[in-house]
């Protein structure tokens, strides 16, 4: 059982400051995602985890242990990276089982623990096999294997999916949740682009942004309750639109008067004295619909995209500001060219002044119920090589794993 206490964690290289004052508890047995923009420091602060980057100002324990200047092999973690990072002349099971030869382990435990990792991972058949003469998601898992052999508390991922097409992607990630959910005690801590692995798989996730943490929370309390127009933005896809406007009318349901003439009904409290503040309206493009009611926003479709199960609707696709997106179910040829006017249930709107929810401006608001109705390339840097990490990792004394059941 490791749980992680990262307290005012920094790293700066030279005079650049790359992250600060992360706070981060990570219970023992959770699912961490790390998300953020491009360059926000998703693989430096995994790999700070890791001991593959030398932390420069905070503590970080794994369970319970102050691991600022321990060496990665002897951290009790294991890391899949994004390239798989495997030696090319090692058949599978010899890839899987090198960390335990380097610690010493018996022929028997190292067969039991490769036999069962192969097993948790269908490689059975492919143990005998060189890495050439396996396919990009085989691979994959050959690494993923190389982690569990090892046993260790905690887990860490980086990207491991990209690499991978489209249906392997989907298909590993499934294989991901069930390797958790079959090591319930195993602590994950998985960096990503992509959001559908982040919503899938995580607990909590983290968003990073500006080299710090903008909010953590469990997918759906992010997707429904962003604390920052960042998040709102960040987390769902398309974006979330937001229509700048006024408050009109305080109460229980606030009323916004949006530039342009329309006006919202908000189920976000305002009290006396917000009269007249200027807001931001969120509306997420899949709480939009052509029904009859009050409309948020009004406009000529610009441009359709029939997903088969949605359409997407672009409006302003040549302003300067980002276009306003609509996501409507089933098929739509008809609606390129027309004026329509899109409404949304005042419980799905969000409501910001000055990029920060009103949900959030009195502190964090009561305990988050899911709401049942509706729902680069890197940015420069050079990453050590994978090869090279693995080989940290590996090397020196790992403690053997112990039973390996
Ligand atoms: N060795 C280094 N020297 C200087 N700056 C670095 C170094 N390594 C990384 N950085 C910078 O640190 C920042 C964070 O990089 P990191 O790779 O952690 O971001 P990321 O969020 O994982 O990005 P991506 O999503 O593109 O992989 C970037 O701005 C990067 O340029």
Known sequence: MAGLKLTGIAK?????????????????GEFVVF??????????????????????????QIGG?????????????????????????????DNMAFALKIAGQSKEQITAATDRAGKMLQLTPYLDRLPKALSGGQRQRVAIGRA?????????????????DAALRVATRIEIAQLKASMPDRTMIYVTHDQTEAMTLADRIVVLAGGTIAQVGAPLELYERPMTEFVAQFIGSPAMNLLPGRVRTVGATTIVALDGGLEAHVAIPTRAGDEDMPVTL?????????????PVFESTV?????????????????????????KLPGIHPDLKGRRVRLTADPHA????????????RDGTPPPY?????????????????????????????????????
């Not at 359709?304 to 306003?324: K, M, R, S």
Request: hydrophobic fraction near 40%.
């Open 12 to 28: 700066a290289y030279g005079d650049v400051n790359v992250l600060h004052d992360i706070d981060l508890d990570i219970a023992s």
């Open 35 to 60: 998300v953020g923009p491009s360059g926000c420091g998703k693989s430096t602060l995994l790999r700070m985890i890791a001991g593959l980057e030398q932390i420069t100002g905070g503590e970080l």
């Open 65 to 93: 242990r102050v691991m600022n200047d321990i060496p990665p092999s002897q951290r009790g973690i294991a890391m899949v990276f994004q390239s798989y990072a495997l030696y090319p002349h090692m058949t599978v099971r």
């Open 148 to 164: 569990i052999v090892r046993d260790p508390q905690v887990y860490l991922f980086d990207e491991p999916l990209s690499n991978l």
């Open 282 to 294: 969120g509306v997420r493009p899949e709480d939009m619909r052509i029904t009859e009611g009050t």
């Open 302 to 326: 610009d441009l359709t995209e029939a997903l088969g199960e949605v359409t997407l609707l672009y409006f302003g696709t040549n302003a300067d500001t980002a276009p306003i997106t609509a």
């Open 349 to 360: 709107l969000h409501l910001f002044h000055k990029g920060l929810s009103l949900l959030y």
């Open 369 to 405: 119920q899911p709401r049942m109705a509706a729902p680069s390339g890197s940015m420069g840097g050079t990453p050590a090589a994978p090869d090279h990490d693995r080989d940290r990792i590996d090397e020196g004394v790992i403690k053997p794993a112990g039973p390996v059941r």
